[in-house]
């Protein structure tokens, strides 16, 4: 069984910073890419950021593009999400996820396992 623990949300002011991490457990970590998505209230399920297992492949979503930056430490089954001069709008539950293969990917069909998410609220 895969478990994925994500921490680091909280409350913060527009312009301000906050670094998600999430520990994963019950699979080889190195051999899977893993992703960040998020969700607003109202709002589907969004793609953010992913990392193929090397961390040689990533992508971002345009909207976060030049303000998130998406890394791991295989040694420590850990991805992070370093989240830089955020938005209001960028106020979301957000979620990690690991991948069906190596791959980085931007579906969500393509993830098997999820996290229970954590809260990121940005104040204007």
């Known amino acids: 069984q895969v478990q994925l623990v994500e921490s680091g949300g909280g409350l913060v002011q527009a312009g301000g910073s906050l670094r998600l991490s999430c520990a994963a457990s019950g699979r080889t970590f190195s051999t899977v890419a893993m992703g960040w998505f998020r969700q607003a209230p109202g709002k589907e399920r969004e793609f953010v950021s992913s990392?193929?297992?090397?961390?040689?492949?990533?992508y971002y979503a345009d909207s976060v593009k030049g303000r998130f930056t998406i890394s791991r430490d295989n040694a420590k089954n850990t991805v992070y999400l370093e989240m830089n001069n955020l938005k209001p709008e960028d106020t979301a539950a957000y979620y990690c996820?690991?991948?069906?293969?190596?791959?980085?990917?931007?579906?969500?069909?393509?993830?098997?396992?999820w996290g229970q998410g954590t809260q990121v609220t940005v104040s204007s």
């Open positions: 996820a690991s991948a069906r293969t190596s791959s980085s990917s931007s579906r969500s069909t393509m993830y098997d396992y």
């Open positions: 990392i193929s297992r090397s961390g040689a492949t990533i």
